[in-house]
């Protein structure tokens, strides 16, 4: 069963409540080819040609599971919060796509099928506590010489404040921004810097241009700002 903490569970709340809104917004970013073709630029770019098995961490409403599987891997996804899963396994049944979903805790996983060929992530580990037990628990999930693809960005650099009304204000409290070391981080550095630090090997930023010219001919989510995404890839090494 996923772990529970009163930070988590407030970030479990918050993304379980806010599936419904979440699900639209990534579905019509998907449908849309020109996000499509991107996202699709992304995966293929950042997994090796010989990667069968990928898992998906905080896999949401399956946005890249659904874009890896359609590559033709093997995905399995995990997330913490039901109600993503819900969409996720109907987004996948809806394209034909054969995913694994599964309810877990992306700090502690427990998943079928390790070790994997490659191990991903999307908009996860800017709001996981513990990032770094994450990510030793990830090299154990990953075969010697696996690949770790991460999606992310410093979102909420300056600061991150919310309406009461919002919210996310109740699960992005003052302690939680303290358990969430990556939340307010002003640079991607901060990430290579923890992947680094956990073991990992040949870590590498590329900077997402084609996603933030996008974001500015068609905007971003409601209440948030245009952010320029990195991906991060890093090998896992063939020895402890």
Known sequence: M???????????????QHAPDYQQFQEQRLA???????????????????????LDMGTGTGHAALTIAALGHQVTGIDIAPAMLDFARENARSRGLDITFVQGDAVRPEVPGAPFDALVSRYLLWTLPDVDTALSNWRR???????????????????????DTDP?????????????VLAEAETITAWQDRIVAAGF??????????LFDLDGVHGVATDHRRTLQHLITARNPNTP
């Open 32 to 54: 849309h080819p020109d996000y499509n073709a991107a996202w699709t630029r992304v995966w293929r770019n950042a997994l090796p040609d010989d990667t069968e098995t990928v």
């Open 141 to 163: 999930l990953l075969r010697p010489g696996g690949r770790l693809a991460i999606v992310d960005a410093p979102w909420h650099a300056g600061g991150m404040r919310h309406p």
């Open 2 to 16: 996923p772990a529970s903490s009163p930070v988590q569970d407030g970030i479990t709340w918050y993304w379980d």
């Open 168 to 180: 996310r204000a109740r699960a992005y409290d003052d302690e939680a921004r303290r358990a969430l």
């Open 201 to 210: 090997a040949d870590v590498q930023a590329t900077p997402l241009t084609d």
